[in-house]
């Protein structure tokens, strides 16, 4: 299991750190909590439906205060045991830090020009697992510098500056839901949510059955051309469709779809077809139909390994594997090309589950059970 910890735990940690390093105190200390995807992949950046779910004990704390020097940010990872010396008025060249610099000129550009801070950093979410830890850093930046400078901002208001600074700053191109699941999000509940509209509900989890994340032991980097290109793909298939976005469709266009080029034929349907998965899955969690939801994992990770091509091989042998060690269902999760699977599993089975996963995979490691 990895190293999973309470809010106030977490809290605690990044403010000793930071007294550490700086040697004061923190004028604020926050976090925020990465997330697990259940069902809807790559569908966010085109208007659809997803089904996060924010993660318990897995998340980025932040510590901050005001500085010595106006315009300088003093940012350090108590995780990487690194810092990085910034000015407020840079633009982003690669680093770490850039999600948090982004962050705080999202929202206290005129006041960090004047203060200049301070901020440490500490998380329990593995880098490359698809458990949004940037997501969770730019949340609980955005948290921690609004905190304080004494700005108040919504939840919704924060996820939808969160993923700005990923877009416009950072310069990934990915949809609002892991920014939306980590600032909205309540651990321990599903969180459907309309992209398009950001119409969103909690939704209960199943009783008796836990979702197990599980990390692949296979680090993905979104920033690099594969996120882009199908992002660029479905653009194209939009443009071919004469739709503006892929969720403007449904299942009743799959035969249309079918009849356009076949590579963002393929892109099409898998977002068409993952779009009714959550809808699905909504209404399988609401009744309490654990079968019907862990064929919907099923059927998702297949989509996501033939009509988006994002898995790998080694997520779809433990996908496949956890099916055999007493899953339900199971899917890979987060943005693709590794990272970790999510797999439904009868709390009844927990303990022979982790064993039996971890044994037959050993670079894997189970990150949390929710």
Not at 103 to 129: F, H, R, W, Y
Request: proline fraction near 4%.
């Amino acid at each position: 299991m990895s190293d999973t910890v309470t809010d106030k735990a977490l809290a605690e940690r990044v403010t000793a750190a930071y007294e550490q390093y700086f040697k004061k105190q923190p004028e604020v200390a926050t976090s925020a909590p990465g997330r697990v995807n259940l069902l809807g992949e790559h569908t966010d950046y085109n208007g659809g439906f997803v089904l996060p779910m924010a993660l318990r004990g897995l998340g980025v704390g932040v510590a901050i205060g005001r500085g010595p020097e106006p315009g300088v940010v003093r940012a350090y990872s108590d995780t990487f045991h690194d810092a990085e010396t910034r000015n407020i008025d840079e633009d982003a060249v690669g680093k770490w830090s850039d999600y948090v610099l982004g962050s705080l000129k999202a929202v206290a550009e005129p006041e960090v020009a004047e203060t200049g801070v301070q901020i440490a950093l500490i998380t329990t979410l593995p880098m490359g697992a698809g458990l949004s830890s940037s997501a969770a850093l730019e949340v609980g930046t955005l948290r921690a510098v609004t905190a304080l400078y004494a700005k108040r901002m919504s939840a919704v208001d924060l996820a939808v500056r969160a993923r700005a600074v990923e877009n416009g700053y950072v310069g990934m191109p990915c949809g609002i839901m892991d920014q939306f699941a980590s600032s909205v999000g309540e651990p321990g509940t599903a969180l459907f949510l309309d992209t398009r509209t950001l119409d969103h509900e909690t939704v209960p989890a199943l009783p008796d059955h836990s979702f197990v994340i599980v990390e692949s032991g296979v680090s993905h980097q979104l920033t690099a051309d594969g996120y882009a290109t199908r992002v660029a793909e479905c653009n194209a298939a939009c443009k071919a469709l004469g739709v503006d976005l892929l969720s403007d469709l449904g299942i009743g266009d799959l035969e249309r779809i079918a009849a356009i080029e076949p590579l963002l034929g393929r892109r099409a349907r898998h977002i068409v077809t993952d779009n009714q998965r959550v809808l699905d899955g909504v209404t399988a969690l609401r009744t309490g139909d654990a079968a019907r939801f862990a064929q919907l994992m099923i059927d998702s990770h297949a989509s996501q390994r033939d009509d988006f091509e994002i898995t790998v091989p080694e997520t779809d042998a433990i996908a496949s594997g956890a099916l055999e060690m007493g899953a339900l269902g199971a899917r890979q999760t987060g943005g693709g090309w590794g990272g970790a699977i999510v797999a439904l599993v009868p709390n009844t089975a927990l303990a022979d589950f982790g064993e039996a996963i971890t044994s037959r995979f050993p670079k894997t490691r189970v990150l949390a059970i929710t």
